[in-house]
């Protein structure tokens, strides 16, 4: 998966506006999926001298260094500056929280800036301007908070949680362009996946893979192509949809309902053709999504596994040992498709995904009754014709695509010792 540039915000203000008053205390609003923060506020703040760090842009005062600044001035920088900040340069997480200086992701990597520690008084003013006093009160309570807001350049999910120096959070940007396949040079065959009337589609991966990004381009396929009705149910909801030939309707658990489960059996009544399950927890909501895919509903969800085949072995684990000669038959009669995926660094300093593809063949079925596991890492190495590509060949292929280094290549691969094998044959 390559990373495209984001969309330009031409809604920021120039930065020659006369000085504007100091914006209200709290920019909170009722937070919902389709909540819009005021840019007027944004612009207001970010048409105060940048951070430092920031990219100097033509025409506008020069970045006031951090010596100036002064070990205060985190208390005159607003979240929604950093946000912007983290969004220009292309980070994909913010990392806050108090006595710790702000962090930014930057492609796969923490990368430390020069503002100074966070302080408790900035910290709270940061979460006012995201969230509301209800829901700071629930934070400070259960001591964990989930949830997303949205601007009009992206979109964010927020994270909020203690720890031993105090509160901290996570933000995460989601582009609010969509991203197709093409753009992600996702294989041929994620195309051919989409055009399934029904079954269970799961893509897996550890956290930070892309997962979101990979579906999100599906659904966006089929949202384009299709005439269908697509539910999502999400925790929060992250990409947003806008129903084209298709009609989109998205779910946030906490807010649209209360528990995946529920929104599962629900969507069971609401005509689906296709139901998206942002994460398949438990063994009750992988049961009711089979239940979905068997009687004639598409299903995709997610999980968190490392390869095809361990995505089985983890559900079927969900069983006790008398259910999973059950399980087994109903996996392999509701599977259409496995997809593992992972994200390494690319030579031009970008990132591209890599994938292992199960395809639910005839030969793939039987196995899968049969727990023969082994046989079926061994067909994947040798059915490219039915779609099918290991983690290990994905790799080689950016390998020699000039995408990525041997060395990225070692370090990536689930089995090095092969990956080697691999490489000291064509090099």
């Known amino acids: 998966m390559t990373e495209s540039q984001q969309p330009s915000n031409s809604n920021v203000a120039p930065r020659n506006v006369p000085p504007m008053p100091p914006p209200p205390p709290s920019l909170a609003t009722q937070r919902q999926s389709t909540q819009t923060l005021d840019m007027a506020s944004v612009n207001r703040n970010i048409s105060q001298p940048p951070p430092p760090g920031a990219a100097h842009r033509p025409g506008t005062p020069p970045p006031m260094p951090s010596s100036v600044l002064g070990k205060n001035s985190t208390s005159r920088l607003s979240l929604a500056q950093l946000i912007k900040e983290a969004f220009d340069q292309g980070y994909s997480d913010i990392h806050l929280g108090v006595g710790e200086v702000p962090r930014f992701r930057n492609r796969g990597e923490i990368q430390s800036t020069e503002y100074p520690e966070t302080d408790k008084e900035s910290f709270m003013s940061w979460l006012r301007e995201v969230m509301t006093e209800a829901e700071i009160q629930r934070f400070e309570e259960h001591l964990e908070f989930d949830g997303a807001t949205q601007y009009d350049f992206a979109r964010v999910r927020i994270n909020v949680f203690g720890s031993l120096k105090g509160p901290a959070m996570v933000l995460r940007l989601i582009p609010l362009k969509i991203l197709t396949m093409e753009q992600l040079r996702l294989p041929p065959v994620f195309r051919d996946i989409c055009h399934h009337h029904k079954g269970l589609i799961l893509v897996t991966g550890p956290t930070g893979s892309g997962k979101s990004t990979t579906m999100a381009a599906m659904i966006d396929y089929i949202n384009k192509e299709m005439a269908k009705h697509i539910i999502t149910i999400e925790d929060p909801v992250e990409f947003v949809h806008q129903s084209r030939k298709s009609l989109v309707k998205q779910r946030e658990v906490g807010m649209h309902t209360r528990k995946f489960d529920n929104a599962l059996k629900a969507a069971l009544r609401e005509d689906p053709d296709l139901i998206l399950v942002g994460e398949m927890r438990d063994k009750e909501t992988v049961n009711t999504a089979l239940k979905a895919a068997q009687t004639g509903h598409l299903v995709m969800g997610t999980l968190h596994t490392n390869s095809a085949v361990k995505t089985i072995e983890r559900i079927l684990n969900l069983y006790s040992g008398e259910e999973q000669d ?77 995408r990525i280094t041997e060395e990225t ?9 092969e990956m080697a094998q691999f490489l000291r044959g064509r090099v």
């Open 326 to 402: 059950a399980m087994r038959v109903a996996i392999s009669e509701s599977l259409v498709a496995v997809i593992a995926q992972g994200l390494c660094r690319t030579t031009d300093g970008k990132r591209a995904a890599f994938h292992d593809v199960l395809i639910n063949t005839e030969a793939i079925k039987e196995w899968i009754k049969d727990g023969k596991y082994d046989e079926i890492s061994e067909l994947m190495k040798q059915a490219s014709f039915d779609g099918m590509i290991t983690m290990n060949q994905s790799l080689l292929n950016l390998y020699q695509d000039g």
């Open 409 to 417: 290549a070692l370090e990536m691969s689930p089995t090095p010792n």
